[in-house]
């Protein structure tokens, strides 16, 4: 029988496929470190508002030309391609914390690195991985007290619309948009509040026209809609009556099974064709007996019914995208029709200016004065690839905001949030008995980490400002922060750096049960890769 | 693989192709069977218990699972050898017919082997091994009935069946929530029990999972959650005092069965079918709005046109519900599934108190909670978690607490958890055995041995002196005639397992006494496997 034979010269039979692999203890245990903790070397120097950002380029051949320049750390993780199966979990912590809040998906990627950083050393000492995350556990509530301790929250407007400006320039400055980080942030503010409190991102477009410089985007107090107006059309209207409908204007299928035209002479064939005609102008009649003003389609128009429209003096647009359409609705209180027998009851859009207007060489449709709550923000900027950076960060910001409205909580950046946790969890650690006391020393030093990262990408004495830092906040300095701009220890509420409350109890939670999760496991069964034809 | 030959020389050639398969004969044989399964069931040994390690899976492409779960690990290896393929399908018969308990009765099953091997060594007849360990299984299950006590499930607000829930639970990675899981877990299942028939329908529990939030963000939902959203972005997001009509037949007109052909000859004919056609439309809308409905929920789609009419009468509708959620909804609301809208009558429709849409995270996800329905017998449970694997790994756990929970309704009796039961087993055995006259005795002495296994495992992954460990146990058990002292693994100081709430069904344990004895005969029953070997 095939197999290998042990030290005693037993055969040991082949229990698994022939490619597969099996890892124990130690092994396993070093593949999990190793493979998560690179992982979050990877996303690590894009920390803090001095961290560098990434080139991604595609694996394809042909996609080469393909580059992605990113400081986001979900955009990173979701590209690099990983085998070990440790790593693949940090990247799916990150993914969720973009999908969840939008926002610290490098900080969790890297908190949950570090954490695996200190269990490797703890392991190393013989301590069990149990141990280790009971101590954790103990820990992490600990640090969430905390949090929610040092968190407040402003129920005025005005305060509140100052806390979420500075998370929005918080957020923003370490991303590319930190030069115009006040512009954008006074716009990402705005178009967040409109929403009222919605969490529905989908209300704010974001439109991206290469050209001009960044300072010359702009938030459409509107909506915009990257169409154009078909010809003959008035290109201009004031308080127009909008009908928005999702129907076929090219011809109406017959919907009923097996039906076919069949005729036996060519003045046959010209009847149905009128006929055809016929229905198509009787539903234009109908849609035009609710008086629009404005005809917009999520669906193509044929000439003759967009004709036929032109001549009673409607704008027509078609073709509008689906995401337009439902935007479009809820932006305008109209309903989206499809069937147009009952124009009473039907509600119609309004708005009081819809024009046509050219953003660097486009044209689009501008829709403004619409009271709702949608609005569209145009990214200007040199370049595709600082288009697309922009509006990842902007999205980032938006997500972080609209998390911000949800759960007014606020705590303060620059690193306080982490250095108060992590004196809080040291507190724990002095009065917990057994060793679990080691990994709750470890776990506030993980905590640390993220500070001093940010210090090192930043090029400052970590060691030596992380330091201070915590000496001020341990002496009752609670508003003590990092400046990153001069390297040192501020009040972090003169400087206005705040940052989501709701973000950092996410990232806490994600990256701790991320690294519970590997530390668990002692050994790594990989199955033999399915074969590809060919 | 050596030839026959016959008595003048010449090879003979029993199996076809036989120089390209390979055979293992006799003792080789079973011990190669022996060696094979053993690996599996060592490898499943450092998770058993609560402090028991995590197993991470590589799929062949590429998924990552981590799990605690012997019938996972053991579904996900992808084991090749044909007897460890056994010992796969015993911890799954285990989770098929138990749920819980499917990593012990791989260690059982591996630590009979271990005693087997031993036994084969001495010269003991398979045969004569497999009888041994059959007497012994009887006079365990013996034991395990005798020392079982009978739970009053009803007490303290069911306090017991959480315990009992908690027990399961306490092995993995979700141990940190492992009461509140409990809770939820006991609260789904009493409300789907059926008490006099003393019967579950584990059908009627939903387990949904959805990546975000924490674990603590798990929540029991007194109805039902579809991972559906409004077919009309501007239709009503919520619905009090729903009247739902099921259907299963979509918003078009009739597709005839018999093959038959429309022809359209002139300007009439075609002006007629157009007529014909939009009346089916507002008939069907009609009918449903005529029967009283507010919801509609379809199996099947439907088309903008319909989709329109159904937003204008205001009627909030689902599309593309799947069948078995649509069952569920049926159950739970009291409501009739409907195949023909000629068929609609307000008897018909199901009813539930609140029906709204949720919104998840940032990435526009949304799901229909279905609340306060009238029969109420379907339950979901939204279970949350920071990433995908501890989702999955939470859902597979929060079904072995229910599968426990039930299996308590189902059986009141109880035997204490943490290995105890087994030593007590064991040292009943090591009793008896000395009564029996013939070579068995040393199969069923082999049989207690490999009981302490489970008690030793526990104790070594809990990180005591194994050995040390046991032994007290088991004077502790002897001198007191207490069956109760077990494994103390989470260092309470308190090794009496009843009185920490450690325990576990009756059931269970007799299944897994004789699932794994069957399985460990049937491997020793083999003594000859031809497989197609490798280097043909």
């Known amino acids: 029988m095939a197999g290998s034979m042990d030290a005693v010269g037993n055969i040991l039979p082949n229990v698994l496929k022939a490619e597969a692999s099996d890892d124990k203890d130690e092994f396993a245990r070093m593949q999990s470190f190793v493979g998560a903790i690179a992982v979050a070397d990877i996303v690590k120097t894009t920390l803090g508002p001095k961290g560098m950002d990434k080139i991604l380029q595609s694996t394809d051949e042909n996609k080469r030309h393909i580059i992605t320049v990113t400081n986001d750390g979900a955009t990173i993780l979701k590209s690099i391609m990983v085998d070990n199966p440790a790593a693949r979990i940090l990247i799916d912590i990150s993914k969720t914390q973009d999908e969840e809040v939008g926002d610290g998906t490098t900080t969790v990627a890297v908190f949950a690195g570090e954490l695996l950083r200190e269990a490797e050393k703890l392991t190393q000492m013989r301590i069990h991985p149990q141990t280790i995350i009971a101590g954790w556990r103990l820990a992490k509530d600990a640090a969430l007290t905390k949090l929610k301790e040092i968190s407040w929250s402003h129920e005025d407007d005005e305060s509140f619309r100052e806390d979420l400006l500075n998370i929005a320039r918080t957020t923003l400055s370490s991303k590319l948009l930190t030069d115009d980080r006040e512009h954008f942030a006074q716009l990402a503010v705005d178009a967040v509040l409109r929403l009222k409190g919605v969490n529905n991102l989908d209300y704010i477009k974001i439109i991206k026209k290469a050209g001009g410089t960044m300072k010359d985007s702009f938030l459409a107090e509107g909506f915009i809609l990257e169409k154009t107006i078909s010809t003959g059309c008035p290109k201009r209207l004031e308080n127009p009556k909008i009908l928005i409908a999702n129907t076929p204007m090219d011809h109406d299928k017959i919907k009923i099974f097996g039906s076919k035209v069949r005729t036996d002479s060519m003045q046959k064939v010209a009847e149905i064709e009128e006929a055809e005609k016929g229905k198509m102008k009787k539903k234009v009649e109908k849609i035009l007996a609710h008086k629009p003003d404005i005809f917009i389609n999520r669906q193509l128009i044929y000439n003759y019914p967009e004709q036929l429209m032109a001549d009673e003096g409607v704008m027509v647009i078609e073709h509008a995208d689906f995401d337009g359409t439902e935007r479009l609705s809820s932006v305008l209180g109209a309903d989206i029709l499809s069937t147009f027998d009952n124009p009473e009851d039907a509600s119609l859009g309004q708005c009081e200016l819809v024009e046509e207007m050219m953003i660097g060489e486009d044209k689009v449709i501008k829709f403004s004065g619409c009271g709702g709550k949608a609005c569209s923000v145009v990214l200007r900027g040199s370049g595709a690839h600082v288009l697309d950076e922009a509006e990842r960060s902007l999205h980032d910001a938006l997500c972080v905001l609209t998390q911000t409205v949800i759960n007014r909580n606020v705590v303060y950046g620059g690193g306080n949030s982490e250095i108060s946790m992590a004196l809080a969890v040291d507190e724990i650690a002095k009065t917990t008995k057994g060793k679990q006391a080691l990994a709750i020393e470890a776990f506030a030093r993980a905590l640390r980490a993220l500070p001093t990262i940010m210090c090192d990408n930043a090029g400052f004495d970590s060691a030596e400002i992380v330091q201070n830092l915590r000496s001020e906040i341990a002496s009752g300095n609670t508003t003590a922060g990092l400046n990153m701009v001069d390297g040192e220890v501020s009040n972090m509420k003169t400087e206005g750096i705040n940052e989501c409350y709701r973000v950092k109890e996410q990232a806490l939670h994600s990256a701790s049960e991320a690294a519970e999760m590997i530390l668990r496991v002692d050994e790594i069964v990989r199955c033999a890769p399915r074969k590809r034809e060919g | ?536």
């Not at chain 2, 849409?357 to 449970?381: D, L």
């Open chain 2, 1 to 536: 693989m050596s030839l026959v030959f016959d008595e003048n020389g010449r090879p003979f050639v029993i199996l076809r192709d036989q120089d390209k398969k390979q055979r293992v004969k006799g003792l080789e044989a079973h011990k190669a069977n022996i060696i094979a399964a053993r690996t599996v069931a060592n490898l499943l040994k450092t998770s058993l218990g609560p402090k028991g390690m995590d197993k991470m899976l590589v799929s062949p492409d590429g998924d990552v699972v981590v799990s605690n779960d012997g019938a996972t690990i053991m579904e996900q290896m992808e084991v090749e050898h044909q007897t460890a393929k056994l010992l796969v399908e015993l911890s799954k018969s285990q989770d098929n017919e138990i749920g819980d308990g499917t990593t012990g009765v791989v260690v059982l099953a591996g630590a009979l082997l271990e005693q087997a091997q031993a036994l084969l060594d001495k010269g003991i007849h398979p045969l004569k091994i497999a009888d041994g360990f059959e007497k012994a299984c009887e006079m365990a299950v013996d034991r395990v009935e005798n020392i079982a006590t009978e739970l009053d499930i009803e007490a303290h607000e069911h306090e017991e069946l959480i315990k009992c829930a908690m027990t399961a639970l306490g092995s993995k990675v979700v141990s940190k929530q492992k009461r509140k899981l409990a809770e939820i877990a006991v609260n789904a299942v009493l409300s789907v029990a059926d008490m006099e028939r003393r019967d579950v329908n584990l059908d009627l529990i939903k387990l949904v999972g959805k990546t975000g939030g924490s674990l603590e963000d798990t929540s029991f939902i007194d109805g039902i959650v579809i991972d559906k959203e409004f077919s009309h972005p501007q239709m009503e997001k919520e619905v009090k005092d729903a009247k739902i009509c099921i259907l299963t037949c979509p918003f078009e007109p009739p597709k005839l069965k018999t093959k038959h052909n429309l022809e359209i000859k002139n300007k009439d004919d075609y002006e007629k079918l157009y007529e014909i056609e939009q009346k089916y439309f507002t008939d069907m809308v009609k009918s449903v709005k005529d029967s009283g409905a507010n919801l509609v929920l379809c199996q099947w789609g439907f088309d903008d046109e319909a989709n329109h009419l159904l937003m204008h009468n205001k009627l909030p509708s689902v599309r593309w519900v799947g069948g078995v959620e649509i069952e569920l909804i049926a159950i739970a609301t009291g409501g009739r599934i409907i195949p023909r809208f000629q068929e609609i009558t307000p008897e018909k429709l199901g009813n539930a108190g609140h029906v709204k849409e949720v919104n998840f995270g940032t990435t526009n996800e949304k799901m229909i909670v279905i609340e306060e329905c009238s029969n109420s017998k379907a339950v979901t449970i939204l279970t949350r978690g920071g990433n995908k694997m501890i989702v999955a790994e939470a859902l597979r756990c929060l079904h072995d607490a229910i599968c426990v929970v039930r299996n308590m309704i189902k059986n009141h009796k109880i035997v204490p958890g943490g290995g105890a039961s087994e030593l007590s087993a064991s040292i009943y055995i090591q009793e008896e055995a000395d009564k029996i006259e013939t070579i068995e005795q040393y199969s069923v002495r082999g049989f207690a041995e490999a009981l302490e296994e489970i008690p030793l495992a526990l104790a070594t992954n809990s990180g005591y002196d194994a050995m040390q460990y046991v032994s007290d146990l088991k004077e502790q058990q002897v001198k007191s005639g207490n069956p109760y002292y077990g494994v103390d693994a989470m260092n309470t100081g308190n090794n009496q397992m009843i009185e920490e709430g450690i325990y576990e069904s009756v059931m269970s344990k007799k299944q897994q006494l004789q699932l794994s004895t069957q399985v460990v005969k049937m491997i020793l029953k083999i003594d000859d496997v031809i497989a197609p070997s490798e280097y043909a």
